[in-house]
């Protein structure tokens, strides 16, 4: 079905946050794409939001699966004051906000996985690709957004069927992709408001509370080298928490997490 981007504008109109969507229907990347909207000095709340991409980018130089008319493709433009690593932050404020909107139509089995994914029933629903876009002095957050809402099984790339799923194959029933795209801008702007003015604290224990990794043993993987312990939580700056089982804990700022089996 064709997305109603009109009535998704309206909906977002007047609220605190000023959201101001720019849709297209093919685009290669939405972060490409508001990367160059925030050179050019576009505001705080500009999302863009595309039906399809034809060079959809993951985390670690990663390719996003991105067909048309199924799945939801979104960045959000953002300018807090907070320095380059803060930027981590702004990552895991997104990934509750997400686990949060999801939680909403699909209540059991949704869970975060750090850095950045969210889950339902340990399968990834949803990836987030928070990008810094600097430009004559001035600074902006992109927060890249892609959530698997109608998409079936077998749509999915052959390497993903097992790994990945979508809020048709959790809950049996299709959904809109406009009140998706609604609800996320709604709790984003709910949990940024928060961090804003209340710091990461909150948004901390709201991370931890959703996710799945809480005293399991688990394996980081980045750039060849292998990291093992279990979570003890993740730290003001978002790093995650590995005991070693020997008395020491590692602080692990970048990678890719498998969640080990018991
Ligand atoms: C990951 O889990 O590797 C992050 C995936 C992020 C994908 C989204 S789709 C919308 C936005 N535009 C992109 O090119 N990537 C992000």
Redo the contacts with the bound molecule.
């Keep these: 079905m064709q997305f109603d981007a009109k009535a998704l504008q309206s909906r977002l109109t007047g609220r605190k946050m000023g959201w101001l969507l720019h849709y297209r229907e093919t685009v290669d990347?939405?972060?490409r794409f508001a990367m160059g909207l925030a050179r050019e000095g576009a505001p705080e709340g500009t999302v863009v939001l595309a039906d399809r991409?034809t060079a959809?980018?993951?985390?670690l130089n990663?390719a996003?699966q991105?067909p048309p008319g199924c799945n939801l493709?979104?960045?959000v433009i953002l300018r807090p004051a907070v320095a380059p690593p803060e930027a981590s932050r702004i990552t895991l404020l997104t990934g509750v906000a997400v686990a949060e909107a999801i939680a909403s139509i699909c209540p059991a089995g949704v869970g975060i996985k750090w850095p950045?994914?969210v889950q339902i029933r340990g399968r990834k629903v949803c990836?987030?690709?928070t990008e810094m876009a600097t430009a004559g002095g001035s600074r902006a957050v992109i927060i890249?957004?892609?959530l698997n809402v109608n998409i079936k099984r077998e749509n999915f790339n052959p390497g993903h069927r097992d790994t990945a799923t979508s809020l048709w194959e959790e809950t049996g029933r299709e959904h809109s992709r406009e009140d998706m795209a609604f609800l996320l801008c709604e709790r984003l702007e709910r949990w940024y408001e928060t961090f804003l003015h209340a710091g990461f604290a909150p948004v901390r224990e709201e991370w931890l509370a959703r996710s799945d990794m809480a005293g399991k043993r688990v394996r980081v993987l980045f750039r060849g080298e292998v990291q093992e312990g279990v979570v003890e939580g993740i730290d003001r700056d978002g790093a995650l928490l590995l005991a070693d089982g020997q008395g020491d804990v590692r602080r692990i700022t970048a990678g890719d997490a498998t969640i080990m089996k018991e």
């Design positions: 990347s939405t972060n991409q959809g980018m993951g985390r990663r996003w991105s493709y979104l960045s950045n994914d990836g987030i690709l890249g957004i892609g």
